[in-house]
């Protein structure tokens, strides 16, 4: 849309319904020793053509998954978004709404907010979804908080295979708050160590938190989460970072989550750099009253007929502002939407294939490096998400770069003690003769 700025004559006429002579009188209450007395020192303006060029001049920096195969997932994985999503998302009456306030005249946002919710609940196994927070690290973070809410403790337990910014969101949440936030270790075998967890645990303790797949893409030991969960007298969080995984792994519910978050950005949302994402939020309905966010619901008005209606939103600053825990009003509505879109578009049997598919593929590549001499970092089950070793992952992702490949994530940023582990993810857009090169690709530059 091109910039039309005010012509003079526009100016003049705003000037004299003012009645001043000149927009220097606009400003005269400020003094003058604190006003700028020359021009800002900024370029010559550009045409339109001019900026559209420099702009994409200034993004062609960056390496995304368009020019490059990627293997980059680490949080943001590289999913295939049905032409629906856009189509459906740009409509004026969908794009348009910001936030529901007046529930009677966005009834048809709340109605997409209410599937957006049905569609979380019987993906996560749990009783109540609200209509999303802010991403899936802001959403462990309110977790937290949310059980120590509950339970009135002081500390909760985090596993250090959770994602490590995750993490960094969660104790900047808590310790802020004067809570206390413990970590506890994943073993060789990538899964975290529940053993060292439930020595850990103590009656301050409010909630033990874990990722599944974990930031390694490592399946956790479920079972054992549940024996401890029902041994214990705290609260169970799970985070999915990764949702497409439920068409295939179990959900939270199943394992006896209390409170259950994740990351809805796989959902039909595209990667861009920072976002947007998208917070999943989920619990038992006994917590429901300690929940942030809002909560839409079903009723019928006087006539009879069916509406949805703001339900909850006990926790927000604008229903309670001086009581208020979390101030999540300006939710994700718009990536709700888009999730809910998305997950209508491809249905159940089709999500359940895009779920097997990348289990599959990301399964053959593993299996390709084997047979290229490459060890996996961690021996157990994995998503669509592994490690393996190699001498230099930073050389092979420089490398990569010259030949087209974004080589995953080396985890020696956020793991030092694993300097030669690089995450590699794989999804559905991959097709085997891509895989079968970059496993090539991995074999010229394993020794270098």
């Not at 907010?113 to 569609?119: C, D």
């Not at 990667?271 to 999943?280: A, E, S, T």
């Not at 994700?332 to 289990?359: D, R």
Request: hydrophobic share 40%; glycine share 8%.
């Amino acid at each position: 849309m091109p910039f039309i700025p005010h012509t003079q004559e526009d100016e003049r006429e705003i000037l004299d319904s003012l009645g001043i002579k000149n927009k220097e009188e606009l400003f005269s209450h400020i003094p003058q020793e604190i006003r700028l007395n020359r021009p800002l020192h900024l370029p010559q303006p550009l045409s339109e053509v001019e900026i559209e060029k420099e702009i994409q001049k200034i993004a062609s920096v960056n390496k995304g998954v368009n020019g490059y195969i990627s293997f980059l997932g680490g949080g943001s994985y590289n999913h295939w978004i049905p032409s629906t999503v856009e189509s459906i998302l740009s409509r004026g009456e969908i794009f348009s709404p910001y936030t529901p306030y007046q529930p009677e005249a966005s009834q048809g946002t709340l109605t997409i907010l209410f599937e957006f919710q049905t569609m979380m609940c019987e993906l996560f196994e749990m009783e109540v979804s609200n209509a999303s927070v802010y991403d899936g690290a802001s959403a462990l973070a309110e977790a937290c908080l949310m059980a120590l809410r509950i339970t009135k403790k002081e500390e909760v337990i985090l596993s250090s295979a959770i994602h490590p910014e995750y993490r960094t969101v969660v104790k900047t949440y808590l310790q802020s708050a004067g809570f206390r936030v413990k970590e506890t270790p994943f073993k060789k075998n990538g899964k975290t160590d529940l053993e060292t967890l439930e020595r850990n645990i103590s009656n301050d303790t409010a909630a033990f938190a874990i990722q599944n797949p974990n930031f390694f893409g490592v399946i956790e030991d479920l079972e054992g989460l549940k024996k401890l969960r029902e041994s214990k007298d705290i609260l169970l969080i799970s985070c999915i970072v990764e949702p497409i995984s439920l068409g295939v792994l179990k959900p939270p519910g199943s394992y006896k989550s209390d409170i259950a978050v994740g990351e809805g950005k796989s959902f039909g949302i595209p990667l861009n750099f920072g976002g947007p994402y998208l917070g999943i939020f989920t619990s038992k309905m006994e917590y429901v009253r300690n929940m942030p966010g809002r909560i839409v619901g079903e009723t019928i008005d006087i006539e009879g007929k069916r509406g949805f209606v703001l339900t909850l939103s006990t926790r927000e600053q604008h229903i309670r502002r001086a009581k208020a825990t979390s101030n999540i009003c300006t939710n994700h509505n718009m990536c709700a939407i888009a999730a809910t879109i998305y997950l209508a578009s491809v249905g159940k049997n089709g999500f359940k294939k895009i779920s097997e598919i990348n289990l599959k593929k990301a399964h053959f590549l593993a299996r390709e490096l084997r047979k290229r001499g490459f060890e996996l970092l961690f021996d157990s089950p994995f998503y669509n998400e592994f490690a393996i070793k190699l001498r230099s992952p930073e050389r092979a992702l420089n490398t990569g770069l010259e030949r087209g490949f974004i080589a995953g994530l080396p985890l020696k940023r956020f793991y030092p003690e694993l300097e030669e582990g690089l995450l590699i993810n794989v999804t559905e857009v991959h097709d085997v003769l891509s895989l079968e090169k970059f496993a090539d690709f991995l074999e010229e530059v394993k020794d270098a």
